[in-house]
T-cell receptor, first 114, second 116 residues
C-alpha cells in the first residue's frame, strides 16, 4: 500500500513569509507525528495527533508554529513569519498508535528560509 | 527526561563483515520501546528493528539484531554480512508511554560507511 507522503519535497521561502507543509499518512493510521531534523541531528518531536485532536504539542518551538488535522487524516504544519533558524527537514510519521507499533516516516519536506 | 546517546559519529566496515553500532539510553520508566531507523542519503527514515523493555530475548530481523542489555541501558545494533547498500545514517530511538503520546526520542546518529 501507499506510504506516508509529504508535499512539497522542497520549499524555499524568504524570511517573514508564511508556509504550509502537508502530510498524508498511511490509510487507517490514527496517530500522526511531526518531527524536525536539523543538519547533523536526529529528528526532534514537534506535535502529535490522535485522530483530529492535537494530543501533545509540547515540541512546537513557539507560537509561530501550528498544525491541524481536521478530518483525522491529512495534516498541515503551518509556520508564520518564518526565520532562517526554521530551515530544516520536516518529517511526518504515522502509526496505529501505542507503545509497540513502529512509526512510518514520509520522505520529508526540506524547508530553506533565505 | 529521556536521552539517547550514540557515541560513534562515524563507523567504517568492510563489505561482508559484521558491525556494531552503539546506543545507550537514560530513562526512569519501566515500560518503553527501543527502535533503530536507517536514513539513506535520500532522507527517508526506514524502520529496522524494535525491542520492548520487557522482552527477554534480543530482537532479530534478517541481518539486523539488537543486543539489549537492560541493566546497562544499552541497545546496540548489530548488522551482519554488511552490504554496500547499508551505507547510511543510523538512528537509535526510544518511545515511552506519556499519557497517550508515544513520541520518539532520537539520538544524534551514526554514519556507517561500507567499503568494498
Amino acid at each position: 500500500g501507499a506510504g506516508v507522503s509529504q508535499t512539497p519535497s522542497n520549499k524555499v521561502t524568504e524570511k517573514g513569509k508564511y508556509v504550509e507543509l502537508r502530510c498524508d499518512p498511511i490509510s487507517g493510521h490514527t496517530a500522526l507525528y511531526w518531527y524536525r531534523q536539523s543538519l547533523g541531528q536526529g529528528p526532534e518531536f514537534l506535535i502529535y495527533f490522535q485522530g483530529t485532536g492535537a494530543a501533545d504539542d509540547s515540541g512546537l518551538p513557539n507560537d509561530r508554529f501550528f498544525a491541524v488535522r481536521p478530518e483525522g487524516s491529512v495534516s498541515t504544519l503551518k509556520i508564520q513569519r518564518t526565520e532562517r533558524g526554521d530551515s530544516a527537514v520536516y518529517l511526518c510519521a504515522s502509526s496505529y498508535g501505542g507503545l509497540y507499533n513502529e512509526q512510518f516516516f514520509g520522505p520529508g519536506t526540506r524547508l530553506t528560509v533565505l | 527526561a529521556q536521552k539517547i546517546t550514540q557515541t560513534q559519529p562515524g563507523m567504517f566496515v568492510q563489505e561482508k563483515e559484521a558491525v556494531t553500532l552503539d546506543c545507550t539510553y537514560d530513562t526512569s520508566d519501566q515500560s518503553y520501546g527501543l527502535f533503530w531507523y536507517k536514513q539513506p542519503s535520500s532522507g527517508e527514515m526506514i524502520f529496522l528493528i524494535y525491542q520492548g523493555s520487557y522482552d527477554e530475548q534480543n530482537a532479530t530481523e534478517g541481518r539486523y539484531s539488537l543486543n539489549f542489555q537492560k541493566a546497562r541501558k544499552s541497545a546496540n545494533l548489530v548488522i551482519s554480512a554488511s552490504q554496500l547498500g547499508d551505507s547510511a545514517m543510523y538512528f537509535c530511538a526510544m518511545k515511552r508511554r506519556g499519557g497517550s503520546n508515544y513520541k520518539l526520542t532520537f539520538g544524534k546518529g551514526t554514519l556507517l560507511t561500507v567499503n568494498p
